[in-house]
């Protein structure tokens, strides 16, 4: 796969679990109106920048944020199933990470917490509150785009002002 960021630290970050044919899998799974691979690599490369600019564990940001939603699901799920995997989802992404990667506990506490509040696990790391974070700012927009609201352009004044902190 052609890495399309300009960072190169952040490229051999990540290349390892790009490299994962399992991983790659998640190109296939719509996820809020994009790929499940998209939204976790739009989460890690945000939550990359922002550790790095507060010299915080960018490696483990850039890996867990890019793990946070590797998981598989069946495609025929009922609005139910899909609202219960809200909460359950985490732990699943936590034990298929784990099947194919070696993962720090900071890394395990990122994927395990990155939906809270609305699951209970609390962010244990700042770290895992940076990728929670981002995770919601990205989904928000995607699903704001996905669905034409018009709240997206608060999503892109939030979105230019956190870019700008990072750059």
Same mark, same amino acid.
């Given at each position: 796969m052609d890495l399309? *960021? @300009?960072d190169e630290i952040y490229n051999q970050i990540i290349k390892n679990i %790009?490299? !994962?044919?399992?991983? @790659?899998? #998640?190109?296939?799974?719509?996820? &809020?109106?994009?790929?499940? $691979?998209?939204?976790? %690599?739009? /989460?890690?490369?945000?939550? =990359?920048k922002i550790a790095k600019? #507060? &010299? $915080?564990? =960018?490696?483990?940001?850039?890996?867990?944020?890019? $793990? &946070?939603?590797?998981f598989f699901s069946k495609e025929d799920r009922n609005s139910?199933? +899909?609202?219960?995997?809200? *909460?359950?989802?985490?732990?699943?992404?936590? +034990?298929?990470?784990?099947? &194919?990667? !070696?993962?720090?506990?900071?890394e395990q506490d990122m994927i395990r917490s990155h939906m809270f509040p609305i699951n209970i696990s609390v962010p244990k790391y700042l770290e895992s509150w940076i990728?929670?974070? /981002?995770?919601? /700012? /990205?989904a928000v927009n995607e699903l704001a785009v996905k669905y034409k609201f018009k709240f997206r352009y608060a999503y892109n004044v939030l979105l230019l002002f956190v870019l700008g902190f990072i750059k």
């Open positions: 399309k *960021f @300009q %790009l490299d !994962n044919k399992e991983f @790659q899998k #998640m190109k296939t799974i719509e996820h &809020h109106g994009i790929t499940r $691979l998209d939204h976790s %690599l739009k /989460v890690s490369d945000y939550s =990359y600019k #507060m &010299h $915080l564990d =960018y490696i483990e940001t850039a890996r867990g944020g890019l $793990l &946070h939603d590797f139910k199933e +899909r609202f219960i995997s809200t *909460f359950t989802h985490p732990e699943k992404a936590l +034990r298929t990470a784990k099947e &194919h990667f !070696n993962l720090s506990m900071k990728v929670s974070g /981002v995770d919601k /700012v /990205v």
